[in-house]
């Protein structure tokens, strides 16, 4: 075997969020007790019928006060680029709709323009949680200072409660007025908040994302109220309003942050504000049976290409039919960069009625696949499983990237990782993954960097403390923090830019996309 080279100016780094990782000084100082998230996953109701763990934010890994020491970590294993989230509930713990703007909507109904002046700012400014500001300030100027390039992320599922009641919601089915995502306002509410934090922190970022994997909080929060994510109601009805909502609100926070971050913090940067999104695309394969190469097509269409298409062509299928297509005047061309979140595949079947009246959703999930595996045990073509259950398929990963190439020529992997307390799958993981994207890289994909999930363990939505992806194990009683034996690995890897002959002797047999794999 030959040592497999990355780039010259390859990045490595780390992706994390706000909610998951804040939270935990010992005399609960950083609680965040204004976001939905918060409320979730202490309701009764919840915990009684393990929706959720039990475990709660304010016991976790306290990011807020360890964060110069989780910077060095990264900063000594040789990274160079780290992710973060900025939660919305800290920023604006109360509401921002009584700030007026002058909104437009095109023909569609569909928002067009939200005008957001200084003097909009200014009343904005007075609301704001300034503390937090400066906190969010003060981690971007850490890394800044170890020289990290810092890519901020504005929206990583969590909502502000003034905007999110999960649990009205989910008693009203959805029939109260805090529907989140749902909310005609969301795309409007966001448009603000983003151009607040651009004209706050632009100074210092150039690397803008306005959301992570936004089709989770549709897809399990509207229509998989078993899975643990709020509002927890089966209301594929509202499913098309949320998914144009979310592609609407990117478009406009993308020409607010454009607007009001005009500083280049970056030599590298081509311009001060590179706006992106970041997206968890899922290669979907047909099950071994007739007439599922359909089901393929509409899970790719639902999941994976419907927000791309909205936001860099500027079509919208309001009824989610494939024929209720518009175009919405605020979309098209608002991609200056992809993240592809990529995890594992789904196997798929033909569920024809599945959803009554949305025809699209005639798809279904087999089992002993992707997502769909019993922890720690073995898919059914035989591959390791990790805590979550999903099945290590690390080709996967290619076809990925495949979909994101269609949309943007600079990419990034902003997350990849394996639950492993005990550190058993994730070497491998890793250097099957990093097999792969190279390949892609040879490909002509152009892949800018790898950003693992994570670099510390952290609280795992609904599952909270009992999945451990972290290259760094936390002591939750005294927040210490352990390496993991893969940290050695990630070390090498990135301090020679590649993998070696010892690292490519833990690559597995890959299979042809074939009935060899299902």
Same mark, same amino acid.
């Given at each position: 075997?030959?040592?497999?080279?990355?780039?010259?100016?390859?990045?490595?780094?780390?992706?994390?969020?706000?909610?998951?990782?804040?939270?935990?000084?010992?005399?609960?100082?950083?609680?965040?007790?204004?976001?939905?998230?918060?409320?979730?996953?202490?309701?009764?109701?919840?915990?009684?019928?393990?929706?959720?763990?039990?475990?709660?934010?304010?016991?976790?890994?306290?990011?807020?006060?360890?964060?110069?020491?989780?910077?060095?970590?990264?900063?000594?294993?040789?990274?160079?680029?780290?992710?973060?989230?900025?939660?919305? +509930?800290?920023?604006?713990?109360?509401?921002?709709?009584?700030?007026?703007?002058?909104?437009?909507?095109?023909?569609?109904?569909?928002?067009?323009?939200?005008?957001?002046?200084?003097?909009?700012?200014?009343?904005?400014?007075?609301?704001?949680?300034?503390?937090?500001?400066?906190?969010?300030?003060?981690?971007?100027?850490?890394?800044?200072?170890?020289? *990290?390039?810092?890519?901020?992320?504005?929206?990583?599922?969590?909502?502000?409660?003034?905007?999110?009641?999960?649990?009205?919601?989910?008693?009203?089915?959805?029939?109260?007025?805090?529907?989140?995502?749902?909310?005609?306002?969301?795309?409007?509410?966001?448009?603000? =908040?983003?151009?607040?934090?651009?004209?706050?922190?632009?100074?210092?970022?150039?690397?803008?994302?306005?959301?992570?994997?936004?089709?989770?909080?549709?897809?399990?929060?509207?229509?998989?109220?078993?899975?643990?994510?709020?509002?927890?109601?089966?209301?594929?009805?509202?499913?098309?309003?949320?998914?144009?909502?979310?592609?609407?609100?990117?478009?406009?926070?993308?020409?607010?942050?454009?607007?009001?971050?005009?500083?280049?913090?970056?030599?590298?940067?081509?311009? !001060?504000?590179?706006?992106?999104?970041?997206?968890?695309?899922?290669?979907?394969? !047909?099950?071994?049976?007739?007439?599922?190469?359909?089901?393929?097509?509409?899970?790719?269409?639902?999941?994976?290409?419907?927000?791309?298409?909205?936001?860099?062509?500027?079509?919208?299928?309001?009824?989610?039919?494939?024929?209720?297509?518009?175009?919405?005047?605020?979309?098209?061309?608002?991609?200056?960069?992809?993240?592809?979140?990529?995890?594992?595949?789904?196997?798929?079947?033909?569920?024809?009625?599945?959803?009554?009246?949305?025809?699209?959703?005639?798809?279904?999930?087999?089992?002993? =696949?992707?997502?769909? /595996?019993?922890?720690?045990?073995?898919?059914?073509?035989?591959?390791? /499983?990790?805590?979550?259950?999903?099945?290590?398929?690390?080709?996967?990963?290619?076809?990925?990237?495949?979909?994101?190439?269609?949309?943007?020529?600079?990419?990034?992997?902003?997350?990849?990782?394996?639950?492993?307390?005990?550190?058993?799958?994730?070497?491998?993981?890793?250097?099957?993954?990093?097999?792969?994207?190279?390949?892609?890289?040879?490909?002509?994909? !152009?892949?800018?960097?790898?950003?693992?999930?994570?670099?510390?363990?952290?609280?795992?939505?609904?599952?909270?403390?009992?999945?451990?992806?972290?290259?760094?194990?936390?002591?939750?009683?005294?927040?210490?923090?352990?390496?993991?034996?893969?940290?050695?690995?990630?070390?090498?890897?990135? +301090?020679?830019?590649?993998?070696?002959?010892?690292?490519?002797?833990?690559?597995? +047999? *890959?299979?042809?996309?074939?009935?060899?794999?299902?």
């Amino acid at each position: 075997m030959v040592r497999k080279e990355f780039p010259e100016n390859f990045k490595w780094g780390v992706s994390q969020s706000g909610f998951q990782f804040e939270m935990g000084d010992p005399y609960r100082r950083y609680i965040d007790v204004n976001t939905d998230w918060w409320h979730w996953v202490r309701d009764p109701k919840n915990i009684t019928s393990k929706l959720v763990s039990g475990d709660l934010p304010e016991e976790g890994i306290n990011y807020i006060e360890f964060y110069r020491h989780d910077h060095e970590y990264a900063k000594n294993l040789g990274m160079n680029i780290y992710r973060l989230g900025i939660e919305w +509930s800290r920023i604006f713990p109360y509401p921002t709709t009584f700030i007026e703007t002058d909104v437009s909507y095109d023909g569609n109904g569909l928002v067009q323009d939200v005008k957001i002046d200084k003097e909009t700012l200014a009343k904005l400014d007075k609301i704001a949680n300034r503390d937090a500001v400066a906190m969010y300030r003060a981690i971007i100027q850490d890394l800044r200072s170890r020289g *990290f390039k810092v890519i901020v992320n504005l929206f990583h599922f969590t909502l502000p409660f003034w905007l999110h009641d999960p649990i009205k919601a989910r008693e009203t089915n959805l029939n109260n007025d805090r529907r989140g995502l749902v909310e005609e306002s969301f795309p409007i509410e966001f448009a603000k =908040y983003a151009a607040y934090i651009a004209w706050k922190i632009g100074d210092l970022v150039d690397m803008w994302s306005t959301m992570n994997e936004p089709m989770v909080p549709v897809e399990l929060g509207l229509i998989g109220p078993y899975t643990g994510f709020p509002p927890g109601v089966m209301r594929p009805d509202v499913v098309p309003r949320a998914m144009a909502n979310i592609a609407l609100a990117h478009a406009l926070a993308y020409e607010q942050i454009k607007r009001f971050d005009t500083a280049k913090a970056d030599a590298d940067s081509s311009s !001060p504000a590179e706006v992106g999104i970041i997206h968890n695309i899922i290669p979907a394969y !047909p099950a071994d049976t007739a007439g599922n190469d359909r089901a393929v097509e509409h899970y790719n269409y639902f999941h994976n290409t419907y927000i791309l298409d909205a936001i860099t062509k500027g079509q919208v299928d309001l009824e989610l039919d494939e024929k209720t297509i518009v175009k919405a005047n605020v979309l098209g061309n608002k991609l200056d960069w992809l993240g592809v979140n990529y995890y594992t595949r789904i196997v798929v079947r033909e569920q024809k009625g599945r959803f009554p009246g949305r025809p699209v959703l005639d798809f279904d999930g087999v089992a002993g =696949y992707g997502y769909a /595996c019993v922890p720690f045990g073995f898919s059914k073509i035989g591959r390791p /499983c990790d805590g979550m259950g999903w099945e290590m398929y690390p080709e996967g990963l290619l076809d990925a990237l495949k979909i994101g190439y269609k949309y943007a020529s600079k990419i990034y992997v902003t997350e990849h990782g394996v639950s492993d307390a005990r550190d058993i799958l994730r070497s491998k993981s890793i250097v099957n993954h990093l097999y792969i994207l190279h390949e892609a890289i040879e490909s002509g994909i !152009p892949v800018r960097g790898y950003l693992h999930w994570a670099l510390t363990d952290n609280y795992e939505w609904p599952h909270g403390f009992r999945q451990r992806f972290g290259l760094y194990e936390v002591d939750l009683l005294t927040k210490e923090r352990r390496p993991r034996k893969s940290v050695s690995l990630m070390q090498e890897i990135i +301090s020679g830019n590649s993998l070696r002959d010892n690292h490519l002797s833990a690559l597995i +047999s *890959f299979h042809k996309h074939s009935s060899e794999n299902i």
